[in-house]
T-cell receptor, first 113, second 115 residues
Framework: QQQVKQSPQSLIVQKGGISIINCAYE??????FPWYQQFPGKGPALLIAIRPDVSEKKEGRFTISFNKSAKQFSLHIMDSQPGDSATYFC????????????FGKGTTLSVSS | GAVVSQHPSRVICKSGTSVKIECRSLDFQATTMFWYRQFPKQSLMLMAT?????????EQGVEKDKFLINHASLTLSTLTVTSAHPEDSSFYICSASPGPPYEQYFGPGTRLTVT
C-alpha cells in the first residue's frame, strides 16, 4: 500500500529528445506527488510537484502528467539537455504536516550530446 | 527561500566513535524534520521523523539507541550516530517543510565514512 513503483531504472536519451519517467502508487490517500532531481554527492532538489486537483502541470521543460484513476503519474522532460543527466526520484505522500515522502527507486537519466 | 543546510558535508571517523550531524532550516521554521539514509545508487530510506520538542519517531528496523535524534529548536535537528561501525557508512540527508503547502526541501547531505 505504501509503495511507489518507478520505471525505467535507467534511461538514455539523445540531446533534444523527450525523457519520460513513470511512477505508480497504491495508496489512494496520497495527494501530493513531487519529483526530485539528484546529482551525485548532492541532496535531492525539488523539481516539480502536482496535487490531484489537476491532471497536468508544466514548469519550463518539465511536465508532470497525473492520472488519478490509474494511480499513475509521469515526468516528461522536453528538449533534454546533457545538464539534465541525473537521477530522478518520484515520491508520494499525504499533503499534511509531519508526513514523510515515500520514494520510488529512482531513474538514472543520461542525455547524450 | 526554503533552504536547508547540513553540517558537516563529509566526516570520517574511527569505528566505535560517535558522530553528530546537524540539519538547519535557514529561512523558515520547521516543526518536523526528516532524516534519510541513502546507499550508493539506491533510493532514499526514511530513518526517522524528528519533531520539535518531543521524541523522534523511528522507522521499523532503525535502532533508536544508535541513531539519536534531537530537535531542540524550530530550525535545528541533529542526528548522532553512536558507536559507529563501517556498516554505518552512508549518505545521510535531512529534509524539512516550511508548510503549508508541505513541499519538502532537502539538505545537501552528509557523507559518513567509518574506518
Amino acid at each position: 500500500q505504501q509503495q511507489v513503483k518507478q520505471s525505467p531504472q535507467s534511461l538514455i536519451v539523445q540531446k533534444g529528445g523527450i525523457s519520460i519517467i513513470n511512477c505508480a502508487y497504491e495508496n489512494t490517500a496520497f495527494d501530493y506527488f513531487p519529483w526530485y532531481q539528484q546529482f551525485p554527492g548532492k541532496g535531492p532538489a525539488l523539481l516539480i510537484a502536482i496535487r490531484p486537483d489537476v491532471s497536468e502541470k508544466k514548469e519550463g521543460r518539465f511536465t508532470i502528467s497525473f492520472n488519478k484513476s490509474a494511480k499513475q503519474f509521469s515526468l516528461h522532460i522536453m528538449d533534454s539537455q546533457p545538464g539534465d543527466s541525473a537521477t530522478y526520484f518520484c515520491a508520494a505522500s499525504m499533503d499534511q504536516a509531519g508526513t514523510a515522502l515515500i520514494f520510488g527507486k529512482g531513474t538514472t537519466l543520461s542525455v547524450s550530446s | 527561500g526554503a533552504v536547508v543546510s547540513q553540517h558537516p558535508s563529509r566526516v570520517i571517523c574511527k569505528s566505535g566513535t560517535s558522530v553528530k550531524i546537524e540539519c538547519r532550516s535557514l529561512d523558515f521554521q520547521a516543526t518536523t524534520m526528516f532524516w534519510y539514509r541513502q546507499f550508493p545508487k539506491q533510493s532514499l530510506m526514511l530513518m526517522a521523523t524528528s519533531n520539535e520538542g518531543s521524541k523522534a519517531t523511528y522507522e521499523q528496523g532503525v535502532e533508536k539507541d544508535k541513531f539519536l535524534i534531537n530537535h531542540a529548536s524550530l530550525t535545528l535537528s541533529t542526528l548522532t550516530v553512536t558507536s559507529a561501525h563501517p556498516e554505518d557508512s552512508s549518505f545521510y540527508i535531512c529534509s524539512a517543510s516550511p508548510g503549508p503547502p508541505y513541499e519538502q526541501y532537502f539538505g545537501p547531505g552528509t557523507r559518513l565514512t567509518v574506518t
